[in-house]
């Protein structure tokens, strides 16, 4: 019974308000940000007011607000209270009691009207009142869904009807789903190219919105009346997992009825007219910045006194404030008309400073006045190329979008200035493409004629055969990603259009890739194109694996998945099922949201495909893809690389590489650079080097002769492109022809050299008069920003905005002796090698940024906002001296103490809430989000931090200090948004200690110098208290007992050598006689996990090899017996280079030096790392060539080199009739780090199954007591395609017998390489000069000189391999 009484009840639910009468409502709305928790501060505003409301018409009502207030809020909630705003409410008064009309019919708000002068903003206010009276009440049904409109969009809206059985009263609840729209009211800067990741929002979303109304309505004779209605709306933000808190935003409404008035409201005398509808009215918010509020009066005379600032304050050193500044600057030219840009320009264009603050600002203004100073000013000659290539690359890419702005583009693309730079016009065009789909991004409904250009460009460049014009139109229409390019697009795929056959393979492929963004909107259209294309085997493969690419771009099903690797097991192509099948299978492994799906029709796929196609050859065409996603961050990261190869030519076809981000919920191609050789390949298949019977390396051999005569290639076409894409957008590309690679060639050789050596002159003389020169940069590095209305009426934003300033102050002279001529003309280059240069060089650069997040209230005259603020300023002075002295090949560079700042780092980060409005600016309230903490508090991070660290560098007496400062509110709880809130800062300090003060540190280097250098020679300590005749009585001493101990070394290695090598041969003889019965030596050798093996015979002690293996060298000339002869070079010979580094005090000095000795007649180089002061330590690396089949080194530290070393041996032999090449690491005394580590490492293996791993592996592995401290490896060659590996270490013995290897070594049976059998290696060390070969050096030779080697490298390669074969 009761639910017949409520259905007809709710027949008459919508409110009804009387002819005739006036309601009379209390209204307050209030909206209020920042952290959940309470105690914190937050920032927001309240409006407040008496509502009248009344029936003017049918169906037509008026509405005035009568005494309205605003405040603002900035304190810690709930203990500080709203602020009245008087001077702001006085300001919009007049706007906010004009009374406005709306029609209202059966519980619907339709249209408002108000005259001309009521303001957006004010008008916004009235549209938050209204909605509450926005009801769609249905008369059958008391729980019900629908779509309704309000100032959000058209939103999904949950309805439901109760009654109060005692009152009678009727209660109303609207939910609404905030982030559930159609026709979504939302502004959006920055994010144009970020793509909605709807997989990535599934489990955690970082914008949600909802809005809750309760209503109370009471019966009356004529209907029920609306006696009261209360608004909860909540926005939430969270880059991460909202789990520990995330920032919100808060608006609440309640409108209660006072009384019912017979008197009726006078309408306003102007006109009304109609201002659209619920939907929110967006005005001025784009034009200001919720960081700042600025109140323009002249924007002229404003933005003068900001550039004056920024250029006077940055000069020496960047000012920590200047990224806040140069926002200002953006600001204001913002909201500056063209006119007021102009004459800006006009009053500082010859101020080079100035200038380039200008400069740097007006590409990120992104207005439509800024846009067309750049192309004005450009076209009258004001801007040079590089100024307005730089402004316009940005410029276009950071513009509004909209169908002004796409019109001012397209008229600059078709300027004649323009077309007769074609490199500028094609960034233009991909920028006219960017900005087309920026504005359909923003509206879905955008008409095609924004591309009516392009199209008409692409027809007639078909029509007359403009290859270079049709790629240019591809690449534009790749960019807009309109869907209703599809169809001119197709014209110029293979097998759709007839246009297509006349056409080259790049554009081909051009069409191809233009279709991946639209396949990101529309992948339903692209599908089967790109399908039809892959399946299509007439075509090249390079396009078929294009369109794979493009393929995967739709995201295909599994069952489509399925007959892609259908397709691909039948796949007569090698390099399509190659590179199809490597995309398939990484994708099996992907981790990202909006993959998954694609990954688990993967996983299908290659379970459907053979096994064989994972055996694929490196060199074979394949795609990879890498990803990682963590879901409580909501971030994550992919990449993905393409290799397109050609079985014809071993040079590949394309290369591709992409970085792909996701966070909060978007995704985005961040990087993308792909480089084609198309040009190229055609070119080299009219060479050898196509030769489809030749194997890779007589490929790889032909490539290179090809390449080294790439003037014969032809001019007709590119040899290759490369493009660069941003954000899924691309940006640039060029083409490189026979012609590109001419002019840069001789641009670089003949025509730069007169520039060259032009500008060398201008250089000398330039330093020699001082240089001194001023450097500033800025940078808008990032803008975000997202702008939501609420229920109130008032916009919410959500940002991110971040700036970086850099400045330098450069002061270099240099002085030379003898001093140069005057005139310069003739010489220059032979002048300055007899030169004597000294040059002194200053500067100061300094880096200072700012970040900072931002949400809450940007309102048009007022902000009331919670900002993260995040700043850094980094200064480091330096000061250098340097002097070239050429006649004799030194050169010397000093540090020297430069003036340091009080601080060179400084951090800092903060949150606060904000709260200013334009009639009170520049009156800030400004408080921190973390409260004071109460006396007592506890907790496990203090709430307070002021602590101080200082160290000081124990010989350079430089003293450094950071300052660390935190206030939080970590008091309050244990969630981890408590530790962030607050203040936090450190700053780090440099400067002199308090012992001797630091002169300078000093760089020297001396090139074969005649003599050793008095410099290199340490430095004797007067306090030490052994005299030079008792150094020499214990040197002579630590001679002679090093001499016995290395006899009676002696003696028992070669005992122990005797008897190893009668053991070894017995088991050898043991080892051929079980071998007799076996099938084959190599498993006889293997049974059962053991082997044994033959000895290792020397080519150079060997009689019968003694006629091919003749040496220079003779015996004695051993490592051991050159140390016994002379364990340091420095006494008997000049070193080839010296390098010292040395620290200079007031008080001494310290340093080491780097010398290197080369001993010509005994092949024998020395390197000798030792201290300038008198410290006996010292680093000696000894190597010697004894012989074209020996060669040896030693290395040995502490003491004079004695108290450690290590020595290495590598010889080339015979190991069972086989060439073969041994080396063997021996060493007296190991360093204790080293001897642990390998001591854990052993510890280690014993509990780890290595036989068994190594058994799994094909490796034998013997225990066996070798000598000790002796690791020897035996590399033997049976054949040319394979090797056996045996390793002795102390403890065992291992081999791999034998193990195949990839492809043929050039080494002959008796161990003799053909392509270095002219190779002298001592006699090009004897005729070695270094000096000579430094000032003769030429680049060409030397390039042709390893071509040449490589080329014969090859060849003999080429000759193993087919000797194999056969």
Request: aromatic share 6%; net charge positive.
């Amino acid at each position: 019974m009761r639910a017949i009484v409520l259905a007809l009840t709710v027949a008459f639910v919508v409110p009804d308000f009387g002819a005739g009468k006036t309601y009379v409502y209390n209204y307050e709305g209030q909206l209020l940000g920042g952290l959940p928790q309470e105690g914190l501060g937050k920032a927001g505003i309240k409006v407040s007011s008496k509502v009248l409301l009344r029936a003017e018409a049918q169906n037509t009502f008026v509405l005035k607000l009568a005494d309205p207030h605003i405040y603002e809020y900035a304190g810690i909630w709930p203990q500080d209270h709203f602020a009245p705003a008087s001077k702001l409410t006085a300001a919009l008064k007049a706007d906010l009691a004009t009374p406005i009309k709306f029609e209202y019919a059966n519980g619907a708000v339709g249209k408002v009207f108000a005259p001309a002068r009521v303001s957006a903003a004010a008008l916004n206010v009235h549209r938050g009142i209204l909605t509450i009276l926005q009801l769609n009440l249905k008369n059958t049904q008391n729980v019900y869904e629908m779509h309704e409109a309000g100032p959000h969009g058209v939103c999904k809206t949950h309805y439901m009807i109760t009654e109060d059985e005692k009152t009678h009263q009727i209660t109303v609840i609207k939910s609404k789903d905030l982030t559930n729209c159609h026709e979504r009211v939302i502004k959006d800067v920055g994010l144009a190219h970020a793509e909605k990741c709807a997989e990535c929002q599934q489990r955690l979303q970082s914008l949600t919105g909802t809005a809750t109304y309760n209503y109370t309505m009471k019966p009356t004779d004529a209907g029920v009346q609306l006696s009261e209605a209360t608004v909860d709306e909540l926005h939430q933000y969270s880059l991460f997992n909202t789990i520990t808190g995330a920032a919100q935003m808060r608006a609440k409404q309640t409108l209660r009825l006072m009384e019912v008035q017979n008197t009726p409201i006078a309408p306003d005398t102007a006109q009304y007219s109609a201002r659209g509808s619920l939907k929110y009215e967006f005005g001025a918010e784009l034009l200001q910045t919720p960081i700042q509020l600025l109140k323009i009066r002249n924007a002229v005379a404003q933005t003068a006194e900001v550039l004056q600032h920024l250029a006077a304050n940055n000069v020496d050193m960047v000012h920590e404030d200047a990224p806040l500044k140069f926002l200002q600057l953006v600001q204001l030219l913002r909201a500056a008309t063209f006119e007021n840009i102009q004459a800006i320009w006009n009053q500082h264009k010859t101020k080079p400073l100035h200038r380039q603050w200008i400069l740097d600002a007006a590409p990120v203004v992104s207005t439509h006045a800024a846009l067309r100073f750049i192309k004005e000013k450009f076209q009258a000659g004001e801007f040079s190329a590089p100024e307005f290539t730089r402004a316009l690359l940005l410029g276009l890419h950071s513009a509004t979008a909209d169908p002004e702005a796409i019109q001012q583009a397209a008229s600059l693309a078709q300027s004649p200035k323009i077309r007769a730079m074609p490199a500028l016009r094609e960034v233009i065009m991909l920028g006219y493409g960017s900005m087309v789909a920026k504005y359909c991004a923003e509206v879905p409904t955008c008409s095609a004629d924004h591309l009516k250009l392009v199209h008409d460009n692409a027809a007639e460049a078909i029509a007359k055969g403009k290859i270079s014009e049709i790629s240019l139109a591809l690449k534009v229409l790749g960019n807009a990603g309109h869907p209703a390019s599809l169809k001119p697009i197709m014209k110029l795929l293979p097998g759709f259009g007839s246009a297509a056959a006349a056409m080259p393979m790049r554009v081909h492929v051009d069409a191809i890739l233009a279709l991946r963004n639209i396949a990101k909107k529309e992948p339903k259209l692209v599908q089967p194109v790109a399908l039809q294309l892959f399946m299509d085997k007439n075509l090249h493969p390079e396009a078929r694996m294009v369109a794979c690419i493009v393929l995967f771009e739709t995201k295909p099903s599994v069952a489509l998945m399925s007959t892609v690797a259908g397709e691909i097991e039948k796949e007569p192509r090698n390099e399509v099922a190659s590179f199809a099948y490597s995309y398939i299978k990484s994708l099996t492994r992907s981790m990202a949201p909006d993959l998954v799906n694609i990954a688990a029709a993967a996983n299908v796929a290659v379970r459907i495909l053979s096994p064989k196609l994972d055996r694929q050859s490196y060199f074979s065409s394949t795609a990879y893809h890498l990803d990682l996603y963590v879901s409580p961050l909501m971030a994550g990261a992919a990449g993905t690389a393409f290799i397109i190869n050609d079985a014809a030519t071993i040079v590949p076809r394309a290369v591709v590489a992409k970085a792909r981000a996701y966070l909060a919920g978007a995704a985005s191609d961040v990087l993308e650079v792909g480089v084609r050789t198309e040009g190229l390949q055609k070119a080299l298949q009219r060479t050898p080097a196509a030769d489809e019977n030749a194997d890779r390396i007589t490929k790889i051999k032909h490539t290179l002769k090809a390449l080294m005569n790439w003037k014969a290639m032809p001019a007709s076409e590119p040899l290759g492109s490369i493009y660069f894409k941003a954000f899924g957008q691309e940006i640039a590309f060029t083409n490189i022809d026979k012609t590109y690679i001419d002019n840069a060639i001789e641009q670089a050789t003949q025509a730069a050299k007169p520039r060259a050596r032009q500008l060398l002159k201008e250089t000398v003389k330039a330093l020699q008069a001082g240089i001194s020169y001023q450097f500033a940069k800025s940078m808008l590095t990032a803008e975000f920003r997202r702008i939501v209305p609420t229920a109130v009426g008032v916009p919410i934003e959500l940002g991110v905005f971040s700036a970086a300033v850099t400045a330098a102050a450069v002061n270099v002279k240099a002085t030379a002796t003898p001093p140069l001529p005057e005139n310069l003309e003739t010489g220059i280059l032979d002048q300055l090698r007899k030169t004597d240069i000294d040059l002194q060089a200053e500067a100061r650069p300094s880096v200072a940024t700012q970040t900072l997040a931002v949400i809450g209230v940007n309102w048009p005259l007022i902000q009331a906002v919670v900002m993260a603020r995040g700043k850094i300023h980094t200064v480091a002075p330096f000061k250098v001296a340097a002097r070239a002295d050429f006649p004799r090949g030194n050169i010397k560079v000093q540090i020297l103490p430069a003036e340091a700042p009080d601080h060179v780092a400084a951090v800092s980060f903060d949150t606060v809430a904000v709260a200013r409005n334009m009639e009170d600016h520049p009156a800030d309230r400004e408080i921190s989000l973390a409260p004071a903490a109460p006396s007592g508090a506890q907790s496990l991070i203090p709430a307070s931090i002021q602590k101080s660290l200082c160290g000081k560098a124990p010989y350079f007496q430089v003293k450094g200090c950071i300052e660390v400062a935190s206030r939080n509110a970590g008091f309050m709880g244990y969630n981890p948004i408590y530790y962030v809130v607050g203040q936090h800062s450190a700053r780090i300090s440099v400067g002199r200690g308090d012992g001797p003060a630091l002169e300078r540190v000093e760089f020297e280097v001396h090139i074969a110098p005649e003599k050793a250098p008095e410099k290199s020679v340490r430095e004797t300590n007067p306090a030490s208290g052994e005299t030079q005749e008792e150094n020499i009585i214990l040197l002579k001493l630590r001679e002679y007992l090093e001499a016995g101990l290395k006899k009676s070394s002696s003696s028992s290695s070669s005992s122990n050598s005797t008897s190893s090598s009668r053991s070894s041969s017995r088991s050898s003889s043991r080892s051929s006689r079980s071998s007799s019965s076996s099938q084959s030596s190599s498993s006889a050798r293997m049974s059962r996990g053991n082997f044994t093996h033959g000895p290792f015979e020397k080519f150079h002690k060997n009689q019968y090899l003694a006629t091919q293996i003749t040496s220079k060298a003779s015996s004695s000339s051993s490592i051991e017996a050159l140390q016994r002869q002379a364990k340091l070079l420095e006494d008997s010979i000049a070193p080839a280079f010296v390098i010292i580094v040395r620290v200079v005090r007031s008080d001494r000095k310290l340093g080491y030096q780097l010398a290197a000795y080369l001993d010509k007649p005994n092949s024998r180089a020395q390197l000798v790392l030792s201290s300038t002061s008198n410290d006996q330590w010292k680093l000696c690396a000894d190597g010697v060539l004894s012989s074209k089949h020996k060669a040896s080194a030693r290395v040995g530290w502490g003491s004079e080199c004695q108290d450690s070393s290590a020595t290495v041996k590598a010889e080339t032999g015979l190991h069972e009739s086989s060439p073969a090449a041994r080396f063997k690491l021996d060493w007296d005394k190991a360093p204790r780090l080293v001897t642990t580590a390998a001591m854990n490492a052993m510890r280690a293996c014993e509990y780890l199954p290595m036989q068994t791993a190594a058994r799994l592996a094909g490796i034998a592995v013997n225990r066996a007591e070798n000598k000790a401290n002796t690791i020897g490896i035996i590399v033997a060659l049976p054949t040319k395609r394979s090797a056996d590996i045996i390793v002795k270490a102390p403890r065992m013995t291992a081999a791999k017998l034998p193990m195949p290897l990839p492809f043929g070594l050039p080494v002959e049976k008796d161990g003799s390489i053909p392509v270095l059998q002219d190779l002298d290696i001592q006699d090009a060390i004897e005729k070695l000069d270094i000096r000579a070969v430094i000032q003769n050096f030429d680049a060409d030779a030397a390039v042709e000189r390893a071509i040449d080697a490589v080329t014969r490298v090859l060849n003999e390669f080429e000759k193993a391999q087919n000797e194999q074969e056969i």
